[in-house]
């Protein structure tokens, strides 16, 4: 079912970025904002598009003091046609009930959040960026947004969606894939098992920040965590999911644990792998079979999936200190090829065989 919501359109709108080939990421954001309240006993209401503005929050509402809040992620594509669509948004919607599950808020009904997505691009269309490699980041979030400070579930909360023309997340993602280097991080963890790590909560984010620091210190760009209970066994890489291919297996952390984000690029990469014929097992990896397939030769590629930079390639683990180069530090053929496939398919360039694409009825110039 599609929901249509009243529009409050900016009197005030903003000028666009001039230079789309530096987007950067949730740099700008559009001239209109989704909002909708939540409240015990009526559910979800008031859904409404208004002039993008900030937020007025009571100091003692319970967010900023107890983080029950969620996000998604998603993005908006130009197909060659000039028609816009999302991939795989009921992913993002399952997701939501999931965490919402886990945080004690109240789930989000997918027709609403797609409803919701849809008519906001339609609002801020003339956004929409043109250059090559560029699309439409979706952060819709929600919030416990009552004033108290007992420590416990929130009866309103604030549904919020924001928009924002983006472009490649790594710059050496517009085409061929560069590669980046990796912290091993055996000391702070992100996510526990009994934890919120299969969650898409604001504190997963929040507590990982020290550990991207360290892995600066050592001229990495981001960080190779491991399990929380024994620091053996790899599970992502930063804020994306972590695949490793040693000989002909490529290996993933498995979701039983609870501690893995279930990204929908990482469910795409896993199908498409399947299709190809690749074996690809969700099995633990230990961190003393990773760095002794790095010595023997055998470990051919690493990289790690997200809707950000969709696939990015690893050239290099560091432990301590001490390198450990993936095979000849090149991107390697399968994430060569997945972000070939994954990125045609998302913008329309390579036939979506999987039913993955959701175009929206929204055409642009
Ligand atoms: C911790 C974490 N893991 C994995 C991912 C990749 O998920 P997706 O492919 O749905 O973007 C993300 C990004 O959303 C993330 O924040």
Known sequence: MKYTYPVTRTTNPKPHPQDETNLGFGQYFTDHMFLMDYDEGQGWHDGRIVPYAPLSIDPASCVLHYAQMMFEGMKAYRRPDGRLQLFRPDMNAKRMARTADRMAMPVLPQDILISAVEELIDVDKDWMPKAPDTSMYIRPFIFGNEVSFSAMAAKHYTFCIIIAPTGAYYASNTGKLG?????????YIRAAQGGTGFAKVGGNYGGAMRATEVAKQFNCKDVLWLDARDHKYVEEIGTSNAFFRIGDEVITAPLETGTILPGVTRDSVINLLKRWGVKVSE???????????????SLKEIFASGTAAVISAIGCLNVKGEDYPVADGEAGEIAQKLYNEL??????????????????DIVVD
């Open 179 to 187: 590669t980046s280097r990796i912290y091993v991080q055996d000391e």
């Open 283 to 297: 099995r633990r990896l230990s961190i003393d079979e990773l760095l002794a397939a790095a010595k023997d030769g």
């Open 343 to 360: 990125y045609g398919m998302q913008t329309g360039k390579v036939e979506d065989y999987m039913g993955w694409t959701y175009p929206l």
